[in-house]
């Protein structure tokens, strides 16, 4: 079975100040990998997505994320974080496949402060 | 707009009472999920569908059925309420393209009492 883990239930940052979060997967082969956010009280919106193309994924809202097979991580990150991007983030991670299902992690809030 | 919508965003239930939820998308997915989201515990699969009459078991399926009658609607059936499906309820959606997203709905936040 597939896992991911995010080290981290809550990080605090400075606006101005790099974002980082962890997200580590578990998986006998490399699965797809997604981040979602979700500002309160809203659904999720999809940030980026790595299906086995380039490595280094950029996203909506100046954040990337980059898959490392040999750390089995999907990190998160943004240079500057604005006070906008306070929200929760969730990792997921899906088997490659067509009939494939979603498995989130237990998800990390950012706090932004001035 | 094309996306999926829940219906209802909000309910009280009582213990043993019965409803369903409602998830409707209008962008011809093959695939439907849904989920219930606990502080803490991230989003969990609740059931399943891979097409229109198709339905599988997820991570929590006890204490809920569902159906999938019509390709665009996913029904998630709760018979006899109880305090620990208090929850938020999502639905998503996706394509069975290898390129794949999932859209999610904006949620039901259901409480029993």
């Known amino acids: 079975a597939q896992s991911v883990t995010q080290l981290g239930s809550h990080v605090s940052v400075s606006e101005g100040a790099l974002v980082l979060l962890r997200c580590n997967y578990s998986s006998s082969v490399p699965p797809y990998l997604f981040w979602y956010v979700q500002y309160p009280n809203q659904g999720l919106q999809l940030l980026l997505k790595y299906t086995s193309a380039a490595t280094l994924v950029k996203g909506i809202n100046g954040f990337e994320a980059e898959f490392k097979k040999s750390e089995t991580s999907f990190h998160l990150t943004k240079p500057s974080a604005h006070m906008s991007d306070a929200a929760e983030y969730f990792c997921a991670v899906s088997p490659t496949g067509t009939a494939s299902k979603l498995t989130f992690g237990t998800g990390t809030r950012l706090q932004v402060t001035l | 707009n094309a996306g999926v919508t829940q219906t209802p965003k909000f309910r009280v239930l009582k213990t043993g009472q019965s409803m369903t939820l409602l998830c409707a998308q209008d962008?011809?997915?093959?695939?439907m999920y849904w989920y219930r989201q606990d502080p803490g515990m991230g989003l969990r699969l609740i059931h399943y569908s891979v097409g229109e009459g198709t339905t599988a078991k997820g991570e929590v399926p006890d204490g809920y059925n569902v159906s999938r009658l019509k390709k665009q609607n996913f029904l998630l059936g709760l018979e006899s309420a109880a305090p620990s499906q208090t929850s938020v309820y999502f639905c998503?959606?996706?394509?069975?393209?290898?390129?794949?997203?999932?859209?999610f709905g904006s949620g039901t936040r259901l409480t029993v009492v």
């Open positions: 962008m011809n997915h093959e695939y």
């Open positions: 998503a959606s996706r394509h069975t393209g290898e390129n794949y997203g999932y859209t």
